[in-house]
């Protein structure tokens, strides 16, 4: 059960917006649901467990868009909206347009019956440009 989806072209994403999905390269199942062009994606507790525990992470290019003040780049991973702090990825660029590569994984329990909705969302100040994007969600129990 596990669902992979990509963006690879360049997206800019302004600061406290989620990063957009072009494609999924495999489908997950009814536990994981995602729309063609959306940055969220729904996870459902079914089955007869107390709650369903997934696995998220994901792996992609960061650079400071045009025109952008030369800071650090936050990304991380959004439970319903609010970061969590531990998926937190920080990348100090040296100039505007120079790509770095950033990852991240964590594990996010749904209870049964409930949903949740995550994103990965640009958590800096600054616009961003996110190239490569891969993000994978795996129900594991």
Known sequence: MIMELITNQVQTV???SSILY???????NQSILWRIGSGII??????????ARFRISAHLNVALSTDAA????????AVNGEAIGTT????TPAAIGEFNSIG???????????????TLKNIG????DVENVTVTVERVA
């Open 88 to 91: 937190r990825m920080v990348s």
């Open 70 to 77: 030369v800071e650090p780049i936050q990304v991380a991973f």
């Open 22 to 28: 072009q494609a999924a390269t495999s489908s997950g």
């Open 42 to 51: 729904t996870l459902r507790g079914l089955g007869i467990q107390n709650r």
């Open 104 to 118: 991240t994984s964590s594990f996010i329990d749904v209870a049964s019956g409930c949903c949740t909705e995550i």
């Open 125 to 128: 100040t600054t616009d961003i």
């Open 14 to 16: 302004s600061a406290d």
